[in-house]
């Protein structure tokens, strides 16, 4: 299936991605090629196949209900490249 | 001791337990070797001066109980390390400190390590031959201006090149095995949940797994014994003893099958692997096991079953990546939407972004059928062809790569070729099951070659005995001319 | 607007419509520790004090389920009389947004943890049973904080991460009632079962409000809107009454109705549509790979169901048979668990009769005029109890009990100590009675003999002057006892 470049802008939307022109008929290219590859597997027949749920044949482990995290708000924030003592701060949303 | 770095990680562990040897003698060898090389590019950072004060506390008081009693050890770059830059081989991360240690590292140093530095790789892991590195390319030591393999290239290269013991990589379609078999090393990648992933910069979660890459079979059960374990802080984390692998190693594989799976032998595949291939069975024969021919059918179709499932996933793990509570923020930007679009698409190099892509879209309204749930259909069926054989056989042999290391640049522009290097490994991650891949000898541009030995879940002592046994009657030799010293 | 009939309608220009309405109420679970991670969940702490390294989605941070938060989640679909599914699954909710640091939410999507169920709502017109769709379990997103600062947004994410169940009704609410009705009942369900403290001034208890409207004896449901996050009844039923109308407005001049997810603006008192639509709907859901399915043990689905109290629709029957309550008073001495276990405690040992009455009387009227709850008032359940023992045993006077309550309610003093230090109790010694009477009736012979030859109404006038010559103190049941007898 080819994919154009309007499907590359929905996408790069959703991923939260900007791209300019030139890069998205690049990657409206890439994709294209890389999905001709994977439509190989229209080959198998997987009517009756259950898809892998887990690969690992353990239950859910849980945890007790504990607080034993949090109240290292200076560790929260020391990497932010905005915030000041109490939050983070990021550019003005528009709702 | 000039050789000191030449020495194997168990032998210098020994060393350093009869007390012939003091660390901060090996730490000093090592940090030599690393400040000599002008070419390699595999250290993103070096935690020389660190290292050094560390081994020196170490020779006070050491810990000789351990099972890396004073060993410096330099690491993926994936892996995060509290206090030293961890980058992920991405701008996203380029001033990244995290403050906590990732659980496999922490492993290692409580077994008495201590960091020597982080290595290159693919950006977030994304890559067969380190050229997608915010950090620039790595070198294959082999020979310059070859790749050395990925994503855990910058692995791959300074162990070949002596500048680290041994080493820990990540494997999610071949990343450890696939650079080993290009740099004429050992990696091993563990039965998924074996290794703990909490502090491992995440790319695929089902299929990421981190593993030893180093010189021989036996360091790289030391490795393994030392990294393992159950982590109650990773749900995916498997809950078992922990086992002694370097204790039990032995070479005694008499009566253990092998199975030889018929659709590995692909169209176009370089005749040297071939001959290889036929070599291991042959010395596997002659040290008592038994040849069996097998069957994985679905096997062609475990590639492009990966490239749905590992982007998709990649996709959800990297949308953290937002400039908003550590990493790079772009500058540009009036809102928060654009705020965010920006930092990622400066932050993030085009591999990342393809794969993103990829996954955004396979997981999309209306095509999660077609593609999310088809993928992990086939891949339940890869799942039982392995089920399947391991019925039969304990162990299946297969080359590692379906050629040998390629010129940096060859192969850039075409990722479904890119993707191809990954053909053998992709089904066992797959599959969740541990491989590993052992140098074999060397093709005729005297490029080393891996061979690649799958294994039922949690058999990593057989994987390792029938590898140990199979490293002996290869003897692989790889003398490198150091041109990166020049 | 609508005549409060059988039927709730919207009477447009052309004819009359009917509201159908489907709620997905967000409920907070009542836990110490968050549903992936450890940090603590109380309310009003200072901003990211209650984060973790996963909260925060730094990277390799890992999810770890609480186990509580499953069995909470258990005992509120049993509340709801919902199937339990044993095989669940967690799905990752993948979109951007400030206070979503991890880029997308762990929620559940085609495996929730409950299936369907019903609740039965107690309306004036009579009950109606409402259809629970599902619920299942998800992590609360952090705060974003829009209006300290012009330019940026300040995000704090001690909510990130908090396990909250999502109700989903079926389509079956019919009027701004109705969904009062389904929230107060989920509410006191939650709250008898302790799985969520309802808070909705605290944010515990929030929904999305789903609104379409068709004509009058249509079956076919209509487009709806969704209007999101509405966090007060009062709010939801005028968001409902100005989106019913707005639709058939649109409706009736030809126009069809987007579906799109608006706001409810509280200032403007209307809704509006979200300017961050189109994409938003696509979530991209798959099942999270960092955790397993979960299947729930047989054992433990008995075990919780064995362990469940008593539930408000149980109480309440139990109350009628028990306790010969009506209907109506049953419903509301169990609408709120700490009100019944007020009202059983006082009736331990006290008349059940005075009881009910004085609590759905003049203690209500106590708590609506000091807005608080029954948990806070001075008039705890054993002075209650005092009163109307004190009223019982004759000690004083069903009138000067109320004036022993009016101090009660602002002191929370012993009803026993009050009545002693203010000299409250009943004059009932018949001879000391016997003497005013004497002295009533000599005093007013004339209107004795009256009431002697036919007079009846007389003998309130009598009662009253004994009244006032004890001081309003003398028991009234021995005053007409004596009365009558001196009146022969």
């Not at chain 2, 070198?139 to 290239?153: D, F, H, K, L, R």
């Not at chain 3, 409000?209 to 009062?234: A, H, P, Q, W, Y």
């Amino acid at each position: 299936m080819s994919i154009d470049k309007d499907k590359i802008k929905h996408i790069s939307k959703l991923a939260r991605i900007s791209l300019d022109a030139k890069k998205t008929d690049t990657l409206a290219k890439d994709l294209s090629s890389i999905f001709k590859f994977i439509e190989q597997l229209n080959e198998l027949n997987t009517d009756k196949t259950e898809p892998l749920s887990s690969i690992l044949n353990e239950p859910l482990r849980s945890r007790g209900d504990v607080v034993n995290d949090g109240k290292i708000r200076e560790k929260i924030l020391e990497n932010s490249p905005q915030k000041n003592e109490e939050f983070f701060v990021v550019p003005k949303v528009i709702e | 001791m000039s050789e000191l770095t030449k020495k194997s990680l168990t032998e210098i562990a020994n060393l350093i337990k009869k007390k012939e040897i003091k660390s901060e003698e090996v730490t000093q060898s090592f940090i030599k070797n690393i400040e000599k090389d002008k070419k390699l590019n595999s250290f993103i950072t070096k935690c020389s001066e660190s290292a050094l004060k560390k081994a020196k506390d170490f020779d006070k008081k050491p810990k000789l109980d351990n099972l890396l009693p004073g060993i410096p050890i330099a690491v993926k770059d994936l892996f995060c390390t509290s206090g030293v830059k961890t980058t992920a081989g991405s701008k996203m991360l380029e001033n990244f400190i995290p403050n906590y240690e990732s659980t496999i590292t922490n492993n290692l140093w409580n077994e008495g390590a201590f960091l020597l530095g982080k290595l290159n790789c693919d950006e977030y892991a994304m890559g067969s031959s380190n050229e997608t590195s915010y950090f620039g390319n790595v070198m294959n030591p082999i020979a310059e201006n070859t790749v050395p393999g990925g994503s855990s290239g910058g692995s791959a290269s300074a162990l070949a090149a002596d500048l680290t013991p041994a080493t820990i990589g990540t494997d999610t379609g071949g990343s450890i095995r696939q650079p080993a078999s290009f740099t004429g090393t050992v990696g091993l990648k563990p039965t998924y949940g074996l290794c703990s992933r909490w502090g491992i910069v995440a790319f695929a979660s089902s299929l990421d797994q981190a593993g030893p890459m180093t010189r021989n079979v036996e360091d790289c059960a030391l490795m393994l014994e030392a990294m393992a374990g159950f982590d109650e802080k990773d749900s995916t984390s498997i809950n078992k003893k922990k086992e002694n692998y370097s204790k039990n190693l032995t070479d005694k594989i008499k009566g253990l099958k092998i199975g030889i799976p018929k659709e590995y032998r692909v169209e176009g595949m370089p005749k040297e692997i071939d001959k290889l291939w036929e070599n291991g069975k042959k010395i596997l024969k002659d040290s008592g096991a038994e040849i069996v021919d097998i069957s994985l059918p679905n096997t062609k179709y475990a590639l492009p079953a990966y490239y749905i499932v590992a982007p998709a996933e990649a996709s959800s793990n990297l949308a953290r990546y937002d400039g908003v509570k550590y990493g790079f923020r772009s500058s540009k930007g009036n809102n928060l939407i654009e705020m965010y679009e920006n930092t990622r698409s400066e932050g993030f190099g085009d591999e990342v972004k393809r794969r993103i892509l990829i996954g955004t879209y396979v997981l999309s309204s209306g095509y999660y059928d077609a593609y999310y749930l088809k993928a992990q259909k086939v891949r339940q069926l890869i799942k039982n062809d392995f089920d399947q054989a391991f019925k039969k056989v304990d162990t299946i042999l297969t080359p590692s790569t379906p050629s040998s290391a390629f010129k940096i640049g060859e192969k850039k522009d075409d990722p479904i070729s890119m993707y191809l290097n990954d053909i053998f490994t992709v089904p066992v991650n797959l599959a969740g099951i541990p491989a590993i891949s052992i140098p074999a000898g060397h093709d005729n541009n005297k490029f080393p070659l891996g061979l690649q030995l799958i294994g039922k879940p949690l058999d990593e002592q057989k994987l390792l005995n029938i590898a140990f046994a199979a490293e002996k009657k290869i003897n692989f030799k790889q003398t490198l001319n150091r041109w990166w010293e020049k | 607007m609508s005549e409060k009939s059988e039927k709730y309608l919207i009477s447009g220009e052309k004819g009359k419509w009917e509201v159908v309405i489907g709620l997905e109420v967000h409920a907070q679970v009542t836990s110490n520790s968050k549903l992936f991670s450890g940090s603590s969940t109380k309310f009003g702490a200072e901003p990211n004090t209650q984060v973790s390294l996963i909260d925060s989605a730094f990277p390799g941070m890992l999810p770890v389920i609480n186990e509580y938060c499953i069995q909470q989640a258990v005992k509120t679909g049993l509340g709801l009389n919902a199937k339990i599914n044993p095989y669940s699954v967690f799905d990752r909710k993948n979109y951007f947004y400030a206070d979503l640091p991890q880029g997308y939410q762990i929620s559940q999507y085609k495996n929730p943890i409950v299936g369907e169920g019903e609740i039965t709502l107690d309306l004036p017109t009579g009950s109606k049973k409402v259809g629970i769709e599902r619920l299942h379990l998800e992590q609360d997103a952090g705060k974003s904080i829009h209006d300290l600062d012009p330019s940026s947004t300040f995000v704090d994410l001690n909510r990130s991460g908090v396990a909250l169940m999502e109700i989903v009704s079926k389509p079956d609410l019919r009027s701004p009632d109705e969904v009062n009705a389904y929230v107060k009942k989920l509410r006191s369900i939650m709250r008898y079962l302790g799985t969520c403290d309802g808070n909705m001034q605290e944010g515990s208890l929030r929904a999305d409000v789903n609104v379409s409207v068709r004509k009058e004896g249509d079956t076919k449901l209509g487009t709806r809107c969704e209007i999101k996050n509405v966090n007060s009844i009062k709010f939801m039923q005028m968001a409902i009454i100005y989106e019913a109308k707005r639709q058939v407005e649109l409706l009736e001049s030809g126009k069809s109705i987007d579906q799109e997810t608006r706001l409810f603006d509280t200032k403007k008192n209307e809704t509006r549509s979200m300017r961050s639509k189109e994409d938003a709907h696509d979530y991209r859901y798959f099942p999270d790979p960092d955790l397993l399915p979960l299947n729930l043990d047989k054992k433990l689905i008995e075990k919780i169901k064995k362990d469940l109290p008593e539930l408000p629709d149980e109480k309440k029957e139990r109350f009628i048979k028990e306790h010969s309550l009506t209907p109506y008073e049953a419903n509301v001495l169990v609408s709120e668990k700490e009100i019944s276990n007020y009202f059983e405690e006082v009736i331990k040992t006290s008349d059940k009769k005075l009881a009910k009455n004085w609590i759905m009387g003049d203690l209500f009227a106590s708590l609506n005029e000091k807005n608080i709850s029954i948990s806070e008032s001075p008039v705890t359940a054993k002075k209650m109890a005092q009163l109307i023992d004190s009223i019982s045993s004759g000690v004083i006077s069903g009138r000067t009990a109320k004036e022993v309550f009016e101090i009660m309610k602002e002191t929370g003093e012993d009803p026993k100590k009050i009545i002693e230090s203010k000299g409250l109790q009943q004059k009932s010694d018949p001879k000391e009675l016997e003497k005013i009477i004497d002295k009533i009736l000599s005093d007013n012979q004339d209107k004795a003999e009256q009431y002697k030859s036919g007079k009846d109404k007389l003998f309130g006038f009598f009662v009253g002057q004994v009244m006032k010559e004890s001081g309003g103190k003398a028991n009234p049941q021995l005053v007409n006892e004596i009365l009558k007898k001196k009146l022969k």
